[in-house]
């Protein structure tokens, strides 16, 4: 009886567990207002050195920088929110700095290169050519140019449906998602600026292309909406006209058919389809040439596997720290 009692007084009393100084949430929001400082006085000294506020594009690219500090391991919804759609502002930011610089684009742009790939791969006649001599009645859009019409502009929808779709329904799938049209569109936009090229309609006001009908133009004009018919209509002050090379038109549904080609079951050959129905459009409407198709299919594939394998061996990093084997 004594022995037991001896042994439970020898028995060491747990050490008392350190409480933090502050609670993690607090700490966070702390490190995020320094942040905020940071960020404030920094942008202040640019602003101040450059002796002028500057222009919209890089506005909202400081707002994009904004939004990441304050969202940042935020838990509030509202900023969870934000923060998961970054990827879809920085682009919409990368758009209008692209248009922005078009002006300056259009002298220094090429026309060959494309052209020539195109003529070498069809037997010495762009398919555009080929194409509208068979389908196009210049200036009267038949009625197939009105389809032709919507799927180009799908282009604007069917991608961001497609994340929307998979941030409500399958959040797992979605960072990673926003990260490859990141990639995409970010590896897009420097190729615009370092090589800018002329499209076949642009060719051919040109002369340096038999003539062809811009055919998405064409449709714009024929049911009188006048300012979208001047967006299309080449002005560089409101849209970029030789962001050609490469089709991100023809990139976004082949970076979307491969990332769900396992996901959607049968319903990947509707994007196959799409995918076809695309490349027609962008060819038949004097788009784009082929070989700017190619070179937005090859951006896609390198960038898919590079996006996957850097988010795959991330998820085996993270298992293997929370798996106690």
Avoid at 38 to 65: D, K, N, Q, T
Avoid at 170 to 194: D, K, M, P, Q
Avoid at 202 to 224: E, K, M, N
Wanted: charged share 15%; net charge positive; proline share 7%.
């Amino acid at each position: 009886m004594s022995s037991a009692v001896s042994d439970a007084k020898t028995v060491p009393a747990p050490a008392p567990t350190r409480r933090p100084l502050l609670p993690a949430r607090a700490l966070a929001g702390s490190r995020r207002w320094l942040a905020l400082s940071g960020f404030v006085a920094a942008s202040a000294i640019v602003v101040l050195a450059l002796g002028e506020i500057p222009s919209r594009p890089y506005i909202l690219f400081w707002l994009i920088g904004l939004a990441w500090v304050l969202c940042w391991r935020n838990d509030h919804p509202v900023a969870r929110v934000v923060f998961d759609w970054l990827p879809v502002l920085v682009i919409a930011a990368g758009y209008d700095l692209v248009r922005s610089r078009a002006v300056d684009l259009v002298p220094r742009a090429v026309t060959d290169p494309q052209l020539q790939v195109d003529e070498f791969l069809f037997g010495g006649v762009v398919p555009t050519i080929r194409l509208q001599d068979w389908l196009v009645d210049a200036g009267t859009p038949h009625w197939w140019d009105y389809p032709v019409w919507v799927m180009y502009l799908s282009h604007f929808v069917v991608t961001p449906a497609v994340a929307v779709w998979l941030y409500l329904r399958h959040r797992e799938w979605f960072h990673r998602y926003a990260i490859l049209i990141l990639g995409v569109c970010l590896a897009g936009f420097a190729t615009y600026f370092i090589l800018p090229a002329v499209p076949p309609w642009l060719a051919s006001r040109d002369g340096a292309l038999a003539p062809t009908t811009r055919v998405v133009h064409a449709v714009w004009d024929s049911i009188g909406i006048d300012s979208a018919s001047k967006i299309f209509d080449g002005d560089a002050r409101l849209a970029n006209p030789v962001a050609a090379l490469p089709s991100l038109h023809a990139a976004w549904p082949l970076m979307t058919l491969l990332f769900l080609w396992r996901k959607v079951g049968r319903w990947r050959w509707l994007l196959v389809a799409y995918n076809a129905a695309m490349v027609f459009v962008l060819v038949y409407g004097a788009e784009h040439y082929f070989s700017d198709i190619l070179m937005g299919w090859v951006y896609v594939i390198v960038i898919y596997l590079v996006v996957n394998r850097l988010a795959d061996d991330r998820a085996a990093r993270t298992q293997a720290r929370s798996d106690p084997s």
